[in-house]
């Protein structure tokens, strides 16, 4: 039976990227069903477009490593937006990382990130 997991943009994208954490998070995930909220696309694309402007020789290798992202097989899921921002507010962090902390909560799921201050959020009572 395959593991399901909860994975945020910010572990994602150190795979996409080639980032130093990248082989951490694969094996992490390896063999696992992956879900994520909608707006996981666009932090990626953020990120992309962020890293293309700070290395713009390797621009185009940025915008080609999106391409791969389909062979995640995310399942993208809808949020509650309004408990979302209450999250937000009430755990102090962004309502990008709450939509990540709800999904994770609401369906029992270990979340994968590389976010420290996410992460504290999510294995505080």
Avoid at 11 to 27: G, V, Y
Avoid at 84 to 95: F, W, Y
Avoid at 99 to 125: G, H, I, M
Wanted: proline share 5%.
């Amino acid at each position: 039976m395959k593991s399901h997991l909860v994975v945020d943009a910010c572990a994602i994208a150190a795979m996409l990227f080639d980032e130093p954490a990248r082989d951490t998070i694969r094996s992490r995930i390896r063999g696992a069903v992956l879900h994520a909220p909608r707006l996981i696309e666009f932090e990626l694309a953020n990120v992309c477009s962020k890293k293309a402007r700070r290395d713009p020789i390797n621009r185009d290798r940025y915008i080609l490593a999106l391409g791969v992202l389909p062979a995640f097989d995310l399942q993208l899921q809808d949020v509650d937006i309004p408990v979302v921002a209450a999250l937000a507010v009430g755990r102090n962090i962004s309502a990008y990382d709450a939509a990540y902390y709800w999904l994770a909560k609401t369906r029992d799921l270990a979340l994968v990130t590389l976010d420290a201050r996410l992460q504290a959020s999510f294995d505080a009572p």
